[in-house]
C-alpha cells in the first residue's frame, strides 16, 4: 500500500488526484521566475491540478563549466520564498550538500535530491532530519529495486514524507530509456512515485557544451507513465523553450501544457 505523503495542503499517494511538479529547470531571473509560477498556478487553479512549483536555484552538475547555473542559493532562495508566499503554492528544488539542507528546508516544502546524489548518505540523512518531504531522483545508474537503500536512509531519521522519481536509465552513451516496469517496482517501496517526463527524454552530455534532448517524446512518455501506474508527473517548462537557459531540448512548452496535462487526467481517472 503506497502511503499519501504531505506536502503543505496537498496529498500524495495512492487514490489521490494525479499531482504536477513543473516549472523551469533552473531560475533565470526573479521576473521570469514570478510570471512563470503566475502562469502555472493559473492553469492548476483553472484545471483543479494539484500543483507543486519546481526551479533551481543552482545545477551543480553542468555537463560544461560554461553552461550557466543559476543565481545562486541566497538570491535563488528569496525568489522562491517570494513564490510561495505569492501565489501560495508549495515549491521544490534541489540540494546538493549537507551545508544547503538548513537554508533550503527553511523555504522549500520539497528538498529534492538530484539523481547522481541519490546514494549520499549524509544528504539523505540530513534532508530527511528537516521534516520537509524529499524527492529523491532515482539514479540513472541503479536499479529500481536498488532504491529501497536510499528509502531506508530517510527513515532512519523518521521520515515518512518521501517521493521516489523515475528519470530514465543509461542506455549505452549519451542516451536514456524509461523503463515503465520501474515505476511498479518504487511503487512496492510503499512511497508515491513520479515520473520525471523531461528528464527522461534527456541525451546525457550529447550536446557541444550541455546535455541534448528529444522534448517532443515527454507528453508520449508521461501518458505511458499514467497509464503504468504512477502519482505524479515532472515537467520542466518554459515559455520559449528555444531559449532557455538550462536543457531547452527537454523541456516542454508552457503552451502546450494544458492540453497534455488534461489527456495525463483522463488516462489517470481512467486507470485509477
Request: with cysteine; proline share 6%; net charge positive.
Amino acid at each position: 500500500m503506497v502511503r499519501s505523503v504531505n506536502i503543505g495542503s496537498l496529498k500524495l499517494g495512492r487514490g489521490r488526484p494525479l499531482a504536477l511538479i513543473a516549472g523551469p529547470c533552473v531560475i533565470e531571473s526573479r521576473q521570469a521566475c514570478l510570471d512563470l509560477a503566475s502562469r502555472l498556478v493559473g492553469l492548476a487553479r483553472r484545471e483543479n491540478i494539484p500543483l507543486i512549483f519546481k526551479a533551481s536555484y543552482d545545477k551543480a552538475n553542468r555537463s560544461s563549466i560554461r553552461s550557466y547555473r543559476g543565481p545562486g542559493m541566497a538570491k535563488g532562495l528569496a525568489i522562491l520564498a517570494e513564490v510561495r508566499q505569492r501565489f501560495r503554492v508549495p515549491v521544490l528544488t534541489d540540494v546538493h550538500s549537507e551545508a544547503e539542507v538548513g537554508p533550503v528546508s527553511e523555504v522549500a516544502d520539497v528538498l529534492q535530491i538530484p539523481a547522481f546524489l541519490c546514494r549520499q548518505t549524509d544528504l539523505l540523512v540530513a534532508a530527511g532530519e528537516t521534516g520537509c518531504a524529499v524527492n529523491v531522483k532515482k539514479g540513472q545508474f541503479l536499479a529500481p529495486g536498488d532504491m529501497r537503500h536510499v528509502v531506508e536512509k530517510i527513515e532512519t531519521t523518521g521520515n515518512r514524507n518521501i517521493l521516489l522519481t523515475e528519470r530514465g536509465v543509461t542506455f549505452g552513451y549519451n542516451n536514456l530509456i524509461a523503463d515503465m516496469r520501474s515505476l511498479l517496482i518504487l511503487r512496492e517501496l510503499g512511497y508515491p512515485v513520479i515520473f520525471d517526463a523531461t528528464h527522461s527524454v534527456q541525451r546525457p552530455g550529447a550536446g557541444a557544451v550541455s546535455s541534448g534532448g528529444d522534448g517532443r517524446w515527454a507528453p508520449a512518455l508521461a501518458r505511458a507513465a499514467v497509464a503504468t501506474g504512477c502519482d505524479g508527473v515532472f515537467m520542466e517548462t518554459h515559455p520559449h523553450p528555444a531559449k532557455a537557459l538550462s536543457d531547452p531540448e527537454n523541456c516542454v512548452a508552457l503552451s502546450d501544457i494544458r492540453p497534455v496535462w488534461r489527456t495525463l487526467k483522463r488516462i489517470h481517472e481512467a486507470v485509477r
